[in-house]
């Protein structure tokens, strides 16, 4: 009887590191393509106006707007709000149109005035046309897969495909290492909350943000910058 019970307790502890494995390592799906179920406003409980599933697609324009939302106020930056994430592998596609500007959050926490004050930052821009557009001189750490402020991404490794065309980021995030991928290669590395790190922060954009980047958890999260946005294929893997 004895040998039975251990049996049975040694497979209940197998079976349970078996599923904490398989967790770990499988893709959750944050986008289907087919519903907005734990996306919401960041400090919101819904979607901000203008946002909708288009053909498999999750898009933000302002077009679609309804007017009784023309006196909305709060956040239009979104977030997957039905859990939170440390260490992780995200994968997302992404389109924006010409002189478009977005950017992807993570360890987001809420309460703050905006997601940028507080979650580290993937940007994604129009690298080409956005300074001529908008009469604004960028500086290098705002383009395309920089770490917002921050870090800057290797230009001879980086391929960014036109305004209109799909891009593929990732982010893989460790507390030991932070990778940005674009479009299948990688762009970006940095050692999160090093010495450079700290130096970086306490020095720059974010000097006056003492919470930027402090949290190890947190929400992953979409920027509308007043941009129309397309995002689909949105997984990420717990690390």
């Given at each position: 009887m004895k040998k039975i019970i251990l049996s049975i307790v040694l497979l209940s502890i197998w079976c349970c590191t078996e599923t904490s494995k398989k967790?770990?390592?499988?893709?959750?799906?944050?986008?289907?393509?087919?519903s907005l179920d734990g996306w919401r406003a960041y400090n919101g409980d819904q979607m901000p106006p203008g946002w909708k599933i288009v053909d498999n697609v999750m898009?933000?324009?302002?077009?679609?707007?309804?007017?009784e939302d023309y006196d909305y106020k709060?956040?239009?930056?979104?977030?997957?709000?039905?859990?939170?994430?440390?260490?992780?592998?995200?994968?997302?596609?992404?389109?924006?149109?010409?002189?478009?500007n977005s950017g992807i959050f993570y360890h987001l926490k809420e309460g703050y005035e905006g997601s940028s004050v507080v979650g580290p930052e993937y940007q994604l821009l129009d690298d080409e046309n956005y300074a001529e557009i908008h009469n604004y001189e960028l500086k290098d750490w705002q383009l395309t897969a920089a770490d917002y402020a921050m870090?800057?991404?290797?230009?001879t490794q980086k391929v960014l495909y036109p305004p209109g065309q799909w891009n593929s980021s990732k982010?893989?995030?460790?507390?030991?290492?932070?990778?940005?991928?674009?479009?299948?290669?990688?762009?970006?590395?940095?050692?999160?909350?090093?010495?450079?790190?700290?130096?970086?922060?306490?020095?720059?954009?974010?000097n006056n943000a003492?919470?930027?980047?402090?949290?190890?958890?947190?929400y992953i999260g979409f920027q509308d910058h007043g941009s129309n946005l397309s995002f689909r294929n949105v997984k990420i893997k717990k690390l």
């Open positions: 967790t770990k390592n499988e893709w959750i799906t944050l986008f289907d393509g087919s898009t933000f324009t302002t077009a679609q707007i309804l007017e709060g956040s239009r930056d979104i977030i997957y709000g039905a859990d939170k994430f440390d260490n992780f592998e995200l994968y997302v596609e992404w389109n924006i149109p010409k002189g478009g870090h800057v991404p290797d230009t982010i893989i995030f460790t507390s030991n290492s932070v990778e940005h991928w674009l479009n299948g290669k990688k762009v970006l590395s940095f050692v999160p909350w090093s010495e450079n790190w700290y130096k970086r922060r306490n020095s720059g954009k974010w003492p919470d930027y980047g402090k949290y190890k958890t947190g």
